[in-house]
C-alpha cells in the first residue's frame, strides 16, 4: 500500500514509541510504502532540526541528516502533481496532497486537522494514524 505521511506523523513515528511508530515500523518491513516528494523532504529535515527534538535526537544516537536518511532509505520520491491551492487555512499542507497524487498514493496519514477535515483527495482518504492501521490489518 502506498501511503503518503506527513511531517507530524513521521516525527513521531520516528522519535516515539506508539501508532505512528508502527506505522514506520511497518515501512521498514516493507508492508506499506512511504511516498514522498522533495518539498516534503525539506520539511521533515527542517523540522527535525527543531530544537525541541534535540534530545530525543541524541537518546535515539541520531542526527537530523541520519533520521533524513533512514527515512529516505525507506520512501519513495516522487514528482508532486500540479494541484490548485486547495487548504486555505494551511497551505504547507497543499504539499502533502500533491505528493500523494503524484505518487499514485491510495492513503494519506495525519494527525493535522486541516487534512483531517478533508477526509478524501480526489479519492485519496485522509486518515489518522490509527484508521490507517486497521485498514492494513
Known amino acids: 500500500m502506498r501511503v503518503v505521511a506527513d511531517t507530524n506523523t513521521l516525527v513521531s513515528g520516528f522519535l516515539w ?8 515500523d511497518a515501512a521498514q518491513a516493507g508492508t506499506i510504502q512511504f511516498v514522498t516528494s522533495a518539498p516534503l523532504l525539506a520539511e ?3 523540522v527535525l532540526t527543531r530544537r525541541k527534538f534535540a534530545g530525543r535526537l541524541q537518546r535515539a544516537g541520531l ?4 533520521l533524513l536518511a533512514v527515512y529516505e532509505a525507506n520512501a519513495e520520491v516522487v514528482t508532486p502533481a500540479d494541484i490548485p491551492p486547495t487548504v486555505p487555512t494551511d497551505p504547507d499542507d497543499d ?11 491510495l492513503l494519506i496519514v495525519s494527525g493535522d ?3 483531517l ?3 478524501r483527495f480526489r479519492n ?6 490509527g484508521q490507517a492501521l486497521a485498514l492494513m490489518e
Not at 63 to 66: D, L, Y
Open 17 to 24: 514509541q506508539g501508532a505512528p511508530r508502527r506505522l514506520v
Open 44 to 46: 521533515f529535515a527542517r
Open 63 to 66: 542526527t537530523a541528516e541520519q
Open 95 to 105: 504539499a502533502v496532497l500533491a505528493a500523494a497524487l503524484g505518487g499514485q498514493a
Open 113 to 115: 486537522r486541516d487534512l
Open 117 to 119: 477535515d478533508l477526509k
Open 124 to 129: 485519496i482518504p485522509i486518515v489518522t494514524v
